[in-house]
């Protein structure tokens, strides 16, 4: 059975069980929530969130990956080629994806890991967000395939009975309930699909504020938050899953743009955030991160330094660069070297 529902920071979830859920957190939590009450009719599940060691950005020539054709980049594709795939939890393959006339994707491939913290930048209305909603099975490719754990997306998300993946999709609007308090929107999907008790449901909203650095806002309204305060609370929706149910598969957070609108200090505390939620980092109360691997769409340096250790590079429907962060501002590609220092002169037109 396929059920979707919907969060703020939006986690889409599948299981690897009868049930699928998909959570969402979209800019408008009223048509998300209609989306929600005509979907959601049977099982569903909880997801999570991350946090990594960061990394600066620094120049390193000699380990730029380029792909423009030359040698190096071949050299490497073809080592990757050979790579042991066993650890791929995504993979997009040749997608392809047109809005009427407008050819937005026009083959792009790429592969996410298990433990990876991944960034999709490029200019503006190149994509980005469209690879999102193809990775969380929101948006169908015209073209191509997506590859959850090895195993070909039929269609959409709602159309999957099996994934063993959950992937959760984080809007850049914290897109919270207006008239619920914190609590209740922290605890959306819990109240209205879960069978715990609500005394329950209240200790697993607190833990997972708690978990973000947030504590008695429970019974605030959105509108008495801040722009940070709200991005915080859309992150503990999407990281809170039902205590009563065992076997939880990986979960992958997709992150669009995260920090938009937020000052140089609130974007560390979220940039950090979504480390701490990672496997490999340690939430506000220190307890290891539960998302396996995320991906974060962000125009920001400051996100891209801190919170990312590999970026994809999308331009003009393709990946045309992809390496690990540090070789970003010593690349050589004339795109990534127009984006990195915001010149007008360059490929880039706008
Ligand atoms: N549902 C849709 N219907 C029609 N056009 C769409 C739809 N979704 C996206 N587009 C168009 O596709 C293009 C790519 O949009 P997308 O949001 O993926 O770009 P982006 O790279 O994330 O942009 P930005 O950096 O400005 O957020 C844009 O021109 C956008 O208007």
Redesign the pocket.
């Known amino acids: 059975m396929v059920s979707l529902s919907v969060a703020p920071l939006f986690p889409l979830t599948t299981s690897n069980s009868a049930s699928v859920c998909a959570r969402f957190a979209a800019g408008d939590a009223r048509m998300i929530n209609s989306f929600c009450f005509q979907h959601n009719k049977g099982h569903r599940k909880i997801v999570c969130a991350c946090v990594v060691p960061s990394q600066n950005l620094r120049s390193d020539e000699s380990s730029s990956v380029i792909f423009n054709g030359s040698s190096k980049w071949e050299h490497l594709s073809k080592l990757r080629e050979s790579e042991d795939d066993s650890d791929v939890l995504i993979e997009c393959r040749d997608v392809y994806k047109s809005?009427?006339e407008?050819q937005?994707l026009s083959g792009v491939s790429f592969k996410i890991r298990h433990g990876e913290a991944v960034g999709i930048i490029?200019?503006?209305?190149?994509?980005?967000?469209?690879?999102l909603?193809i990775i969380a099975g929101l948006?169908a490719p015209d073209k191509g395939e997506v590859y959850i754990r090895g195993r070909k997306r039929a269609g959409l998300i709602s159309d999957e009975e099996l994934s063993g993946l959950r992937i959760g999709l984080v809007f850049q609007s914290a897109a919270l309930f207006d008239s619920l308090t914190v609590r209740e929107n922290v605890g959306f999907l819990l109240y209205e699909n879960s069978s715990m008790p609500a005394d329950q449901i209240s200790e697993v909203v607190k833990e997972s504020l708690a978990a973000v650095g947030l504590k008695g806002v429970e019974d605030r309204l959105p509108s008495e938050l801040s722009g940070g305060m709200k991005k915080r609370v859309a992150l503990a929706r999407s990281i809170i899953y039902d205590t009563t149910k065992d076997a939880i598969e990986p979960e992958v957070l997709l992150y669009?743009?995260p920090t938009a609108g937020l000052d140089p200090i609130a974007s560390t505390v979220v940039e950090d955030l979504i480390r701490s939620v990672h496997i490999k980092g340690r939430d506000a109360l220190g307890n290891p991160g539960k998302i396996v691997s995320y991906v974060v769409?962000t125009?920001q340096h400051s996100t891209i330094s801190r919170a990312i250790d590999r970026l994809l590079f999308?331009h003009k429907g393709k990946v045309v660069w992809q390496g690990m962060t540090h070789e970003f501002t010593s690349s050589i590609n004339p795109i990534v070297q127009q984006f990195a220092s915001g010149s007008l002169d360059g490929p880039i037109k706008y």
């Open positions: 809005f009427g407008k937005i490029g200019p503006s209305g190149t994509g980005k967000s469209t690879v909603k948006l669009d743009e769409v125009h999308l």
